[in-house]
Nanobody, 124 residues
Framework: QVQLVESGGGLVQAGGSLRLSCVASGRTFGSAAMGWFRQAPGKEREFVAGISWNGGSTYYAESVKGRFTISWNNAKNTVYLQMNRLKPEDTAVYCC?????????????????WGQGTQVTVSS
């Protein structure tokens, strides 16, 4: 069982930045892909960014490309999401997920473990 704990959310003005962290503990996967998803009130959970275990492959939703950066610190079992030039439409609960497979996927049902999430609110 893998435990994931997110942190770093908060309230920020439009145009500002936040960095989210997701720490994995427990029976961490030998090689796994990680992903960030978000869910706004009344909306479906949507893919934001994904990364392979070694950080060699990254993927982004079109809506965040060029503004968000996902990265992995294997030594700390931590995945980060650097979010720049934030917009009000980025407001959501952000959750990280882990897959047993090393292949990145963009569908929530392909992930095996989830954190509780951290709230990001961007004011206009």
């Amino acid at each position: 069982q893998v435990q994931l704990v997110e942190s770093g959310g908060g309230l920020v003005q439009a145009g500002g930045s936040l960095r989210l962290s997701c720490v994995a503990s427990g029976r961490t996967f030998g090689s796994a892909a990680m992903g960030w998803f978000r869910q706004a009130p009344g909306k479906e959970r949507e893919f934001v960014a994904g990364i392979s275990w070694n950080g060699g492959s990254t993927y982004y939703a079109e809506s965040v490309k060029g503004r968000f950066t996902i990265s992995w610190n294997n030594a700390k079992n931590t995945v980060y999401l650097q979010m720049n030039r934030l917009k009000p439409e980025d407001t959501a609960v952000y959750c990280c997920g882990a897959r047993r497979s090393a292949l990145v996927r963009t569908t929530a049902s392909d992930f095996d473990s989830w954190g509780q999430g951290t709230q990001v609110t961007v004011s206009s």
